[in-house]
């Protein structure tokens, strides 16, 4: 009698190894012979075989022995209706069994089937039971094996679109810091995910103004990244073409109203800020950045609605002036949301009074002492929402 305990043991340890160690081109393949190798003699398998659906069929693509096994079988044979329905199936009766051909010295063999799949793909995986093999252990066996070879093609799949996804991300954050006359400059954002819906971007006008802008996708995750990189893109094409400032936003604001992601808002602020001091900026509804000059705080407010809410949306352009020594923090809800253990918000005036009062020091020291005090106030914890700053003070 097989031993429960180690039944189990083993059983979790081989579907450790599904889930991360086994890889290759032949993963399923792979996969099958460790199966066999580890259960044939508890569970009483015989062989096995792996047939991969193609159209309207299933083929057989793997076997583990020199036994026959039918080479094409329909998929909508009753066979085939029985395991597609159930996720498993053994078949303990001849007439749907027989369709697999599994046959020893003319005996049949009662086949055991599991199906598998990707998002674009599907297979069988059927093993040969062998007399004395007990139902419930080969149930909880074809299930458990199952569910973790499931989990592994659909993380395969989403796990490289993720990581196209962060690499898109990278490339579409500053890669470095531009040096502007006049100007010291930091920016930083971090995912709450592999990948979020924060951005920001710097713009080289001539006569050596400069541009700037923040933006916050609704959500995070893979659907605002996705957005985000249309934004980005639309944004780039807009300031490359020398189109104003409100008529760039209007139009990526077209282009978020007839996006098909579950994220369509984004807040945005976009300035141009003159050698002269002078800054002219839209706010289409993003948190207002501020301007610290001593001890004078401005907030540079909405002129306008976030992106994606409304087909037609009315923008308008503001101006403030920075003075030398000044100091603008332009920021995600991310960092002003932070909570702590009694669910109290970091909160803007706290933001507000933290620069004020280190106004002196580089925005990169001023950064990270924002960053260190607000991740701090949330216990450390992991940051729940993507977060972005940044900091630029005119010299």
């Not at 976030?306 to 949306?313: D, T």
């Not at 507000?352 to 002492?369: C, D, F, G, M, Y």
């Amino acid at each position: 009698m097989y031993n429960p305990k180690t039944f189990y043991r083993e059983l979790d340890t081989l579907l450790a190894k599904i889930s991360k160690d086994i890889s290759g081109k032949n993963l399923l393949a792979s996969i099958f012979r460790e199966l066999e190798q580890n259960f044939s003699l508890e569970l009483n398998l015989s062989s096995g075989a792996i047939y991969e659906r193609r159209a309207k069929n299933f083929l057989l693509i793997y076997t583990s022995s020199a036994n026959h096994w039918t080479e094409l079988i329909q998929s909508d044979a009753p066979a085939i209706q029985q395991v597609l329905k159930h996720g498993s199936y053994i078949y303990d009766n001849h007439d749907l069994g027989s369709s697999f051909g599994l046959m020893h010295e003319e005996r049949y063999i009662i086949p055991a089937a599991i199906s598998v799949h990707s998002p674009e793909r599907q297979w069988l995986m059927v093993f040969g039971l062998k007399d004395n093999w007990v139902r419930e252990e080969v149930n909880l066996f074809l299930n458990a094996v199952r569910t973790a070879l499931n989990y592994r093609l659909f993380s395969e799949i989403i796990g490289g679109e993720l990581q196209q996804a962060v690499q898109i991300q990278k490339s579409l954050l500053p890669r470095i810091t531009p040096k502007v006359d006049g100007l010291e400059i930091y920016g930083q954002s971090i995912p709450a995910e592999l990948v979020g819906g924060d951005f920001y971007e710097y713009f080289d006008y001539d006569e050596g103004n400069f541009g700037i802008s923040i933006g916050d996708a609704s959500g995070h995750g893979l659907p605002a990244a996705l957005l985000v990189r249309d934004v980005v893109i639309g944004l780039r094409m807009g300031m490359a073409s020398e189109y104003k400032i409100v008529h760039t936003l209007k139009k990526l604001n077209t282009v978020i109203q007839k996006s098909t992601y579950s994220s369509n808002f984004v807040s945005m602020f976009i300035g141009e800020l003159e050698k002269s001091g002078h800054l002219f900026y839209v706010n289409a509804g993003h948190p207002a950045p501020f301007l610290v000059s001593g001890e004078k705080i401005k907030d540079l407010g909405s002129t306008g609605l976030i992106l994606g809410f409304l087909k037609e949306i009315k923008l308008h352009r503001s101006h403030v002036y920075m003075d030398p020594d000044s100091v603008l923090v332009l920021y995600t809800d991310g960092l002003i949301e932070r909570t702590n253990a009694n669910e109290e918000q970091f909160g803007v005036e706290r933001l507000k009074k933290l620069v004020r009062e280190n106004q002196t020091k580089s925005p990169e020291k001023i950064a990270e002492l924002i960053y260190s005090t607000v991740h701090a106030y949330g216990n450390a914890r992991n940051w729940e929402d993507d977060v972005t700053l940044v900091v630029i003070k005119r010299k």
